[in-house]
């Protein structure tokens, strides 16, 4: 769970999910038999039908009995004489270097010497070996290996080593004394162990042959015979049979209490182990946790309503007219990907665990094909609309999800029809036409859901972007009013990230909105900034650092202004990213002449990077623009040069590392704004000057008075003259 819930939150919260899903899925509706392996049965049971099968269970149990008579094939691995003699000469190197250390007492010897865990030693025979000389060593040692090596390289089953170890003293020389026979024969024994091993391969192809050639066990029955008496315990085999004949039902009974309480403490433990050791953010606070909690409850509730009561052989469409797939959709707009996988998981186990309960219509109405193909069906039309909707743009992708989904379902039951045709084509042909009916139905109740539900969760939807991009909202009007250049300036940084976005298949319209709030900080102090600026700059009273501390803060207030006036999170990351952790060169380069030392880290934005391809967009288009307008060169060649120049230094230094540009979306975007600036910043052609014809037809001219004319340039470059207008007339 979110380090905000504590561990008796999350107890509380798995207990109450596992007694509102045991609520959910009990079979309140009816009640359902069962005929339970290992149980008697309360009435005698007759075969209905005369029927020949092939009986799995006994087939199985005779190959069974045929391979475990085999026994194991035993193989001589050599490798293990090697591997034993040498880790007996190690040891046996590692008690001389303590017995010959001349410096240790003897006390010290032993304790050193029972800590080699290889040999296990009596305080006797330590003693002893301690007490002999270094040629007596020497030879007990020899002797020691050549015993080893001569009793493994025999081929020993583990009773017959066992049996070595009780009688190594035949293989000890009766030279040695006894006290030197029982040190040779405890160092020997603690290295003894089977040199034969299972030939794993053969002895398994050996019991493979043995099932092999065992005969299919085929049962008959006739119409009238007794399967069960009354009172008989039901076997394995007696199960098998009732299925064959077609007379299992269900009974309900204790166990189907026991395996509802059993399927939603499954479910919750699944889903709050997710929640603990995932930790997704968009399930960190009580709102966002509740509302997955009653999509997950309700999704189970109509999952259960059904297949107990309307899933059968007449009505197996209306599973595909269910708006299933609604609910991992809403889940994934509303939380993320990852709980929409996992919710469609959980549905798709939850189908097949539900289906359980209702195996004996299936059998009855031999179905049981359905249930696979039902819970395969949901998973790969849920996923499939999972997979197209993550990257909607607009509201018809909810509508494209459902009909691709529902392609997807189509695809899945005509695999399902052309394999095992337990439907007839009539049944494909509503089957489809339901599913396509579905997915619509599904996708229009998401998309109404999703609008429903995201104001009182907090969600950013399309519908609230589209009014935070209005220009006459309250922070935007703000801007005009107050900081019209940087206003200005972030209605054109949002048409270059809007366009390049596109191109890239980004989010264009989140990547608009987040150019227009990116410098609301800059309300604070506007006139620091050069687009704002009217007469003389207030950094010329300020040294850099000052001037830098000022120009951070548009990053910084800029946040609290957004958190203040309720703008998404989402927004929020534009305003905090869209520097990253640059410096602010102007600044610093100024503050670097006079003192070369001074810590780039003062001159540095408190980040962070940019985490996402839209704020990586707006922050090459916002230093883009401000370089080209700061330039006295626009022609196509300088802006382009200035563009990739901007985009050059981001990479270089790292700005981009934290975001999924990639290298082929980082040129795409700097051709797009390239192109777009070239547009904005076109050069004007200049007009000639009015001719005199002209400024008669505009009653501005007179005869004589030439020399009078007043010109002057309008802003497009044409030449207006004043003529005669006298300076008392006015504009109406």
């Known amino acids: 769970m979110p380090n905000s819930f504590s561990n008796k ?73 090697d591997t034993q003699v040498a880790l007996l000469d190690k040891q046996l190197n590692n008690i001389n270097q303590i017995k010959s250390n001349p410096v240790t007492a003897s006390s010290v010897k032993e304790s050193e010497i029972k800590k080699l865990e290889i040999v296990v030693l009596d305080d006797s025979v330590i003693s002893s070996i301690l007490s002999m000389d270094n040629e007596l060593w020497d ?95 039901v076997s394995d085999e007696n199960f098998e049979m009732l299925d064959q004949v077609g007379l299992l039902k269900a009974q309900f009974d204790m166990t189907v209490i026991l395996v509802t309480v059993l399927k939603s403490i499954l479910i919750s433990f699944i889903f709050v182990i997710f929640v603990y050791f995932m930790r997704p953010k968009s399930l960190s606070s009580i709102k966002k946790l509740v509302i997955f909690s009653l999509i ?20 197996i469409f209306i599973f595909h007219l269910l708006p299933l797939v609604t609910f991992p959709m809403v889940t994934l707009i509303l939380t993320e990907l990852s709980v929409a996988l996992l919710l469609t998981s959980l549905m798709s186990m939850m189908i097949a665990l539900i289906s359980l309960d209702s195996i004996s219509a299936s059998l009855l109405l031999n179905t049981s094909l359905e249930f696979s193909r039902t819970w395969i069906t949901f998973f790969a039309s849920s996923l499939t609309a999972i997979i197209v909707l993550r990257q909607a743009e607009r509201q018809q992708q909810y509508l494209y999800a459902g009909l691709i989904s529902s392609g997807v379902s189509v695809l899945i039951s005509i695999i399902y029809w052309l394999n095992q045709s337990v439907i007839s084509f009539y049944d494909l042909i509503l089957i489809s036409m339901s599913t396509i009916g579905g997915g619509l139905f599904s996708s229009i109740l998401a998309l109404g859901l999703v609008n429903f539900l995201s104001v009182p969760f907090g969600i950013l939807t399309r519908v609230k972007l589209m009014e935070l991009a209005q220009l006459d909202n309250k922070l935007l009007r703000r801007l005009q009013d107050e900081a019209p250049g940087t206003f200005q300036h972030s209605l054109l940084v949002g048409t270059l990230v809007e366009r390049a976005a596109d191109r890239i298949s980004a989010d264009s319209l989140l990547a608009r909105v987040g150019a227009y709030y990116h410098d609301i900080g800059k309300l604070v102090s506007p006139s620091f900034f050069a687009e704002n600026l009217k007469e003389k700059s207030p950094h010329e009273s300020l040294d850099p650092l000052q001037s830098t501390r000022v120009i951070h803060q548009h990053v910084t207030a800029g946040v609290e202004i957004a958190k203040k006036d309720g703008l998404p999170d989402v927004i929020v990351q534009f305003i905090q990213q869209h520097h990253g952790t640059r410096l602010a060169s102007f600044f610093y380069r100024i503050a670097a002449e006079k003192t070369p030392e001074i810590d780039t880290e003062l001159f540095r934005y408190p980040g962070p990077k940019p985490q996402s391809k839209e704020v990586a967009l707006v922050m090459l288009a916002d230093s883009s623009e401000a370089a080209v307008r700061a330039s006295s060169d626009h022609s196509s060649e300088k802006i382009i040069e200035i563009v990739d120049t901007v985009i050059k230094e981001r990479f270089d230094e790292d700005q981009l590392d934290e975001c999924d540009l990639s290298i082929k979306e980082i040129r795409i975007a700097a051709d797009s704004i390239s192109t777009a600036l070239i547009a904005v910043f076109h050069p004007r052609v200049g007009y000639p000057e009015p001719t005199k014809q002209e400024l008669i037809d505009r009653g501005i001219y007179s005869v004589g008075v030439d020399e009078n004319i007043i010109n002057d340039n309008n802003e497009d470059g044409t030449q207006l003259s004043l003529g005669t207008i006298d300076k008392s007339d006015k504009i109406n």
Not at 54 to 65: D, K, M, P
Not at 72 to 80: A, S, T, V
Not at 298 to 305: A, E, P, T, W
């Open 139 to 233: 030879q007990v040692s020899l002797e020691t290996k050549n015993i080893l090596t001569k009793i493994l390289t025999s081929s020993l089953t583990y009773e017959e080593s066992e049996a070595i170890k009780r009688s190594t003293q035949i293989y000890i020389p009766v030279s040695y004394s006894e006290e030197h026979q029982s040190v040779i024969n405890q160092i020997v024994i603690s290295f003894i162990k089977p040199t034969l091993i299972i030939d794993q391969e053969r002895t398994i192809l050996l019991r493979e042959q043995a099932k092999a050639m065992q005969p299919v066990e085929l049962i008959s029955i006739n119409q009238g015979d007794v399967i069960l008496n009354k009172n008989d315990i």
């Open 296 to 315: 997950l409850i309700i999704s189970f509730g109509i999952l259960n309503i059904f297949y107990t009561n309307f899933f059968n052989e007449d009505n």
């Open 9 to 81: 939150f999350i107890l509380f919260y798995g207990l109450l999910l596992t007694v509102l899903l045991s609520s959910v899925l009990f079979p309140w509706q009816k009640g359902q038999s069962q005929i339970v392996i290992g149980e008697p049965i309360a009435f005698t049971i007759i075969s209905p039908i005369s029927t020949q099968y092939n009986s799995e269970l006994l087939t199985n149990q005779r190959r069974q009995v045929a391979a475990d008579a085999i026994e194991d094939i035993y193989i001589l691995n050599p490798d293990i004489r």
